[in-house]
């Protein structure tokens, strides 16, 4: 009777112990999912932040060529702008001279 019962815990044991080694593989395994699930999602989040960098950067030099461009196209229109400017100061100065000497003589 008492070899019975000895024999009967250890089979009782072992089948703890197999399911205790299987639960354990088991989270093992588990843990080995969730830390490669986290490892891709932050891959994936660090892939997702250098595209929009990139696509910031992208839009940055597109706005500055556009703007280049712009500048380009108007600035003949300014120097000229600017010249008309400068004529009209100097037309009005020569009119207060001459103004200025019919007043003297």
């Known amino acids: 009777l008492a070899r019975a019962l000895d024999r009967r815990r250890a089979a009782v044991r072992a089948r703890l112990d197999a399911k205790l080694a ?3 593989q088991l989270r093992l395994a588990s843990r ?3 830390s490669n699930a986290i ?3 932050v891959q994936m989040l660090r892939n997702v932040d250098a595209q929009g960098e990139q696509m910031a950067q992208d839009a940055r030099r597109k706005g500055a060529e556009r703007a280049q461009k712009v500048f380009d196209e108007l600035r003949p229109l300014l120097i000229r702008e600017r010249r008309l400017d400068l004529l009209a100061q100097a037309e009005q100065e020569l009119k207060q001279r001459m103004a200025k000497d019919a007043e003297k003589k």
Do not use: A, L, V
């Open 39 to 41: 490892s891709r999602g």
């Open 32 to 34: 080995e999912k969730i």
């Open 22 to 24: 299987e639960d354990q």
